[in-house]
């Protein structure tokens, strides 16, 4: 038992050297230079906010846009659109397989959907950037030499 002891004293000095000597570490402090840089923070907030649309797209099509498409086609659920294999004549007690082309397009159309959306925010972002490129600078004053030559050229082209 004692033994047990000494072992575990023995990893727990082990881990806090670990610990006090990878806090000095050149890589860990990298590493955290860059998680905290703002592009990283910026990205996970986009992914974060990324898979909350996509959720919304997926319910958008699910619950609004495919049941009326199913109504339309004669009260089908898209979702239950299938085809159903023959059973298996060598395992007769298996279930027949299907092939679901009803999700699939509805997982096709949720694409379609973020697919466009996206496109749309990326023009909008390149058409603000444009705006931002095409307005030029202010011409700089000129300086006072470039003034005085101003005047001595005016001067001569007089006489």
Do not use: H
């Amino acid at each position: 038992m004692q033994r047990y002891k000494n072992l575990s004293i023995f990893a727990i000095r082990f881990t806090f050297k670990l610990y006090k000597n990878m806090a000095k570490s050149k890589f860990l402090q990298d590493f955290k230079a860059f998680a905290m840089r703002g592009n990283v923070i910026d990205m996970a907030v986009g992914v974060i906010i990324g898979a909350a649309f996509g959720k919304i797209v997926t319910s958008i099509v699910e619950d609004i846009i495919m049941p009326p498409i199913g109504w339309l086609i004669g009260g089908v659920s898209f979702s239950e659109l299938k085809v159903t294999m023959p059973p298996n004549l060598l395992k007769p007690d298996l279930p027949a397989a299907a092939i679901n082309y009803g999700k699939f397009l509805q997982t096709s159309l949720n694409f379609i959907i973020v697919a466009f959306c996206i496109f749309l925010l990326i023009k909008g972002i390149n058409k603000l950037t444009k705006k931002k490129e095409e307005t030029p600078p202010a011409p700089p004053s000129p300086s006072k030499e470039e003034l005085l030559l101003t005047e001595i050229r005016d001067l001569l082209k007089e006489k």
